[in-house]
């Protein structure tokens, strides 16, 4: 069965520190999909990335950062330099290949980041 | 810009009384989705539409059920709301290499 876990339920900074979220999944698939999505007070699900299993080169966009380790089952998030805009709950989500565009999404119970002035 | 609508923003509906929520999506993907997420949970799938087919989780309660009249709109129906079923109703749509979300309907029942 497919499983993802975010230990950390709730992360509080000051703005201008470094965060990691943690993300580790689980999956009998050799080919899945990893996916990071925001979702601010206002409740709209923000995408962030899209991951491929056989990908693991890491990324970086801006003052955000993936971590892709199969060997780990970790898929985790850093957001560098905090900002106040960036508190909201983060969740990360894996799926099985498509089939067809079929895609369930099957979330970690998230992480909420609160980063203060 | 292609997206995917959901109305309405905030919905308020009775205990008991039947209330739709309705989705469109302008991406032509021939897969869409209801989500539901309670307060301070995850998103969970209700159902999904393949083209003109449905597909229902297990766990999924009768008191939901849906409607895709056409590629563009999908309705998600509860018959009898209850308390339980206040939570934010997500709306998806997918086709290959793309996974697009609605920016929700906040159910709440009184």
């Known amino acids: 069965a497919q499983k993802v876990t975010q230990a950390q339920t709730e992360i509080s900074v000051v703005e201008k520190e470094d965060v990691t979220l943690d993300c580790v999944y689980e999956?009998?698939?050799?080919?899945?999909?990893l996916f990071w999505y925001k979702q601010p007070p206002s409740g709209e699900l923000v995408f962030l990335i899209r991951?491929?299993?056989?990908?693991?080169q890491n990324e970086i966009s801006g003052r955000y950062s993936w971590n892709f380790q199969k060997s780990t089952s970790s898929f985790n998030f850093t957001i560098t330099a905090s900002q106040v805009v960036d508190s909201a709950v983060y969740f990360c989500a894996l799926s099985e290949a498509e089939a067809g565009g079929y895609n369930k999404l099957i979330f970690g119970a998230g992480t909420r980041l609160a980063v203060h002035p | 810009d292609a997206m995917v609508i959901q109305n309405p923003r905030y919905q308020v509906t009775q205990f008991g009384k039947p209330v739709t929520l309705s989705c469109s999506q302008t991406?032509?993907?021939?897969?869409m989705y209801w989500y539901q997420q309670k307060s301070s949970q995850a998103p969970k799938l209700l159902f999904h539409y393949y083209d003109k087919d449905f597909n229902n989780e297990a766990d999924t309660p009768d008191n939901f059920q849906s409607r895709r009249p056409n590629t563009s709109f999908c309705f998600l129906d509860i018959r009898s709301p209850g308390l339980g079923d206040a939570a934010m109703y997500l709306c998806?749509?997918?086709?290959?290499?793309?996974?697009?979300f609605g920016s929700g309907t906040r159910l709440t029942v009184v």
């Open positions: 991406l032509n993907h021939n897969v």
């Open positions: 998806a749509t997918s086709r290959a290499g793309g996974y697009t």
């Open positions: 991951r491929n299993s056989f990908d693991e």
């Open positions: 999956t009998r698939d050799t080919t899945y999909y």
